[in-house]
């Protein structure tokens, strides 16, 4: 539904003859005959009559005007095509689209949504994820300074999409000809004052084991295998974590949380030690409990890569023999 316009000057002939009289008065004192008979005043209904027409043209727009009015809002090279209405409505539309990326929101938004429709988005590939931090500097090397505030400066951490393969794609990597590219589209965008990074998330490597008790009947290959892909979907940073929808930035790695996710594969009767290792202790904080690690704490801009360590399955008996 199309908002109506403004009446520019909604006078009618009488206000304009009622508001000439009233100033009578004040500009001719010795005029004093206000009859309709009085030259004077057949003289202001005569003009008040023809302003009264001037008025009705000021609120018409002449549809070559609108046509102006849309290469201002278009640009130098747009042209009409078709019906002027429909060119009004896809024009108005465009504006509506948000362009500058002003927030994270923005950021983000554009990224995951108008990069993706791009004809550079074609070659050098699309966004499935991204993550803004405001006031952070994620292009540097010292890990450190990643995580002081940075004044002026927006990151942005991407994740590109990638076929469905699992095994081979644990901790996908845009290419720096994607993040050259999307650093010049954000350019045209973002705040005269802003600098801008778009960066390729970090990983922490985690190594998850764990002994299993089957249930009976179960095979122990075939839990062995399940365990695993469990384990690496449900940390993947594209369709993991609880929603399903990408494991989420920062989030922190509990053991109770991989004892209940074990727990659920099909054929094991239940969990009965996992081992929570943090390959690299200099990327992130590993909190232990009498020797074992309860929960693995991550910067708010890393992401987990989960390798599947050694499961050992056992049938109940096994467990009664061992004892």
Request: hydrophobic share 40%; glycine share 6%.
């Amino acid at each position: 539904m199309p908002l109506p316009l403004p009446n520019l000057d909604d006078r009618t002939y009488a206000d304009l003859v009622e508001s000439a009289r009233s100033q009578i008065p004040i500009e001719c004192p010795e005029w004093t005959d206000h009859n309709p008979t009085d030259t004077g005043i057949i003289l202001i209904e005569l003009l008040a009559w023809l302003t009264e027409m001037a008025l009705y043209r000021v609120n018409q727009v002449p549809e070559k005007n609108i046509e102006t009015f849309l290469l201002l809002l278009n640009g130098q090279k747009w042209k009409l095509e078709g019906d002027l209405q429909a060119a009004i409505r896809k024009t108005v539309a465009d504006l509506r689209k948000p362009y500058r990326a002003v927030t994270c929101e923005d950021f983000e938004r554009l990224a995951t949504e108008d990069w993706n429709q791009t004809h550079e988005a074609k070659f050098f590939g699309k966004i499935k994820r991204a993550r803004c931090f405001p006031e952070r500097n994620l292009g540097l090397d010292n890990a450190e300074k990643r995580l002081e505030k940075a004044p002026g400066h927006i990151s942005l951490v991407v994740l590109p999409e990638v076929p469905e393969a699992p095994d081979k794609e644990a901790a996908p990597q845009p290419k720096l000809e994607l993040l050259a590219a999307l650093w010049r589209f954000f350019d045209e965008r973002r705040l005269l004052t802003v600098r801008h990074d778009v960066v390729g998330p970090e990983y922490v490597k985690i190594k998850i084991g764990a002994t299993l008790i089957l249930q009976e009947g179960a095979g122990k290959e075939e839990v062995s295998k399940r365990a695993g892909e469990m384990i690496t979907n449900f940390f993947h940073p594209l369709k993991g974590g609880p929603e399903g929808n990408g494991w989420p930035f920062g989030r922190s790695v509990y053991l109770s949380e991989v004892y209940e996710l074990l727990d659920g594969v099909a054929g094991v009767d239940y969990v009965e030690k996992v081992n929570l290792e943090l390959v690299d202790t200099s990327k992130a904080t590993a909190i232990s409990q009498e020797g074992t690690v309860k929960q693995i704490v991550l910067r708010d801009y890393q992401l987990v890569e989960a390798v599947a360590g050694e499961f050992t399955v056992m049938e109940a008996w096994e467990i009664d023999d061992r004892k």
